[in-house]
């Protein structure tokens, strides 16, 4: 999954963001409402974790601003990314005012990091409407270990195929376009090319060949997990 990370604090920022990369994760970091309004325009995401108290702008010195001002401007534009709201305030109202702005769950401050990442596994579930594991053919998602298996056996993927096939598979039957691949396995430094993800696929069906489950190209459109004729 693809995940922006919103925390000024950048000895915290680290922490989370070397917690959910370890995890399989991608994670872009904003420490300022200005970097966050920017990065979430520009990039799709899975979840976003989002601390209150920011900086307006990335510069020193800057005035204080609200990380719930980057989410009503993204609930605005009608982005409905899972939003996890990691803050130190933690009283009552602030989290009712935190809630009614858009976000969809709320975490105080100091938190497990466990805890952190179950949460937003929740949170991307409950956006997709998917369960914990999900099976085609032989093929087996278990999405709480982050972990493929292939007639009962685990299915080892380097990294970017594993993400590929994660989304596929979430869930399976829904058509994936090549933009929006490209988007969830690219950095802002290293962006994935059509001959790239092509060879991720060419990869895949070899892998998934007799398991009962295989990727269709849809021309002009994508890929699609289907049942293997």
Request: hydrophobic residues 40%; aromatic residues 4%.
């Amino acid at each position: 999954m693809r995940i922006l990370l919103v925390e000024d604090d950048p000895v915290l920022r680290d922490v989370i963001k070397r917690s959910l990369e370890h995890a399989g994760h991608r994670v872009d970091a904003a420490g300022s409402v200005q970097a966050a309004n920017h990065l979430w325009r520009v990039q799709p995401f899975d979840a976003v974790l989002l601390d209150l108290n920011l900086p307006l702008h990335d510069r020193p010195g800057s005035s204080t601003g609200n990380g719930l001002n980057a989410l009503r401007e993204a609930r605005a534009r009608g982005d409905r990314t899972p939003v996890l709201v990691l803050t130190a305030r933690n009283r009552t109202e602030e989290r009712i005012a935190g809630l009614d702005a858009g976000a969809d769950d709320y975490l105080g401050k100091p938190f497990d990091l466990a805890e952190v990442e179950a949460r937003q596994r929740a949170l991307v579930r409950r956006a997709i409407g998917s369960n914990d594991t999900a099976h085609l053919g032989q093929l087996q998602l278990d999405r709480r270990a982050r972990r493929f298996t292939l007639a009962g056996e685990p299915l080892e993927l380097p990294a970017r195929e594993f993400e590929v096939l994660w989304e596929l598979m979430s869930p399976p039957g829904h058509a994936v376009s090549k933009r929006e691949l490209s988007d969830k396995l690219s950095s802002f430094d290293d962006a994935l090319g059509d001959n790239a993800l092509e060879a991720f696929i060419s990869r895949l069906r070899k892998k998934l060949a007799g398991s009962g489950a295989s990727i269709r190209t849809l021309r002009g459109i994508g890929y699609l997990l289907e049942p293997e004729a």
